[in-house]
């Protein structure tokens, strides 16, 4: 379950001032919304929406003045992605010597929603370099990584909402 931070203001054009401030939650996955909440009792509100559903949430935000009007509602689109990438590699493990290179091209998809972020490879315990992305692959060549013996090469992707995975290749 995820938060998120609503914050603005409504005014009463009309003068008798605003009563309250209200919204409500349609949680990904559901039809209909949740009880109504009541977040101020002026124009100005600040919230925190807790427990929204991984994939599409709908939150609506209205406020009523003291003459019992309630404005248009305003709607907002919460998108939670709780899923973390998938690694593909197209990879053999084994490079000779006598090889001039060692490309490793990996297919990253992301299971959320969201988008790729990062996709890194560690090789041993050198520092982590970036792939490139390239026609929907992510490659780089490791050649200049290895040293003689056998070492592990690991893959990690992470997404736009931060999350992360990681597969030995």
């Given at each position: 379950n995820t938060t998120v931070s609503l914050s603005g203001t409504f005014t009463d054009t009309d003068g008798s001032g605003?009563?309250?401030?209200?919204?409500?939650?349609?949680?990904?996955?559901?039809?209909?919304?949740?009880?109504?909440?009541?977040?101020?009792?002026?124009?100005?509100?600040?919230?925190?929406?807790?427990?929204?559903?991984?994939?599409?949430?709908?939150?609506?935000?209205?406020?009523?003045?003291?003459?019992?009007?309630?404005s248009v509602a305003e709607e907002y689109t919460v998108k939670v992605d709780d899923k973390a990438p998938a690694i593909t590699a197209d990879y053999t493990g084994v490079i000779y010597a006598d090889s001039a290179s060692c490309p490793v091209e990996l297919t990253v998809t992301d299971q959320g929603g969201s988008t790729i972020d990062e996709v890194t490879?560690?090789?041993?315990?050198k520092a982590p370099v970036k792939c490139t992305p390239e026609s929907g692959k992510y490659t780089y060549d490791i050649k200049e990584l290895l040293s003689d013996g056998t070492v592990s090469v690991t893959a990690t992707a992470k997404d736009k909402a931060g999350n992360e995975t990681s597969r030995v290749i």
């Amino acid at each position: 379950n995820t938060t998120v931070s609503l914050s603005g203001t409504f005014t009463d054009t009309d003068g008798s001032g605003v009563a309250s401030v209200k919204y409500q939650v349609k949680k990904a996955g559901e039809t209909i919304y949740g009880a109504e909440q009541t977040i101020a009792s002026d124009g100005e509100y600040t919230a925190n929406v807790k427990g929204l559903a991984a994939g599409t949430n709908t939150i609506k935000v209205w406020a009523k003045d003291t003459a019992g009007n309630a404005s248009v509602a305003e709607e907002y689109t919460v998108k939670v992605d709780d899923k973390a990438p998938a690694i593909t590699a197209d990879y053999t493990g084994v490079i000779y010597a006598d090889s001039a290179s060692c490309p490793v091209e990996l297919t990253v998809t992301d299971q959320g929603g969201s988008t790729i972020d990062e996709v890194t490879l560690s090789v041993g315990d050198k520092a982590p370099v970036k792939c490139t992305p390239e026609s929907g692959k992510y490659t780089y060549d490791i050649k200049e990584l290895l040293s003689d013996g056998t070492v592990s090469v690991t893959a990690t992707a992470k997404d736009k909402a931060g999350n992360e995975t990681s597969r030995v290749i």
